[in-house]
């Protein structure tokens, strides 16, 4: 099964992440492969890090079901449809994603053309509250992109109305084990 995780920046995808690992002990990271240097804060499987040309290559051969390039942003990213195909095809394991939501019809509709959609769960975390969400991103000392982000989570919460009957929303703003309890209900839906 594949769980993708979308929704702003701090709406809470990282920590929901994080507690889902350890809810299934066998979860496994969709792999996705960037252009960027690694950084101390990724996780071990996460990411693959190429160059520029190798990623370019692979993206000419068809390897990737979708690549992103952030806007303003040098680095691109990209999803190996292997990769994916693991993921669905894997009746022992979770894999745990965290995408951007211009992603999410691209492996919507992949999943529906391979029948495999009933192997996914998509799981939106809703945040329309501007200064709960600025304070949680003030939280993080790194980021001083603070009114940037702000901006992208208002197109991402519009891009996200156009896709109800592909997400399950769940409200960043419940306590964290009410959201655990929504995406735990969600990923059990047979």
Known sequence: MLIVLAGPSGSGKTTLAATLRDEYRNALPLVSYATRRRRDS???????FVTPPQFGRM????????????????????????????????????????????????????TMEHNTLSRLRCLYLHIDDTDELRRRLLRDRTRSDIDTRLA??????AAAQN?????????????????LERARRIINII
């Open 42 to 48: 990724d996780r071990q499987g996460e990411m693959e």
């Open 59 to 110: 993206a000419r051969s068809g390897e990737f079901l979708w690549t992103v390039k952030p806007f303003g942003k040098r680095n691109r990213y990209g999803t190996r449809k292997a990769d994916v195909d693991r993921a669905l095809g894997d009746e022992e394991r979770v894999y745990l994603a965290i995408l951007t939501i211009d992603t999410i019809p691209i492996l919507h509709r992949y």
């Open 152 to 157: 992208e989570a208002n197109a991402e919460n």
């Open 163 to 179: 896709m109800r009957d592909v997400l399950h929303f769940i409200d960043a703003k419940l306590p964290p084990d009410k959201v």
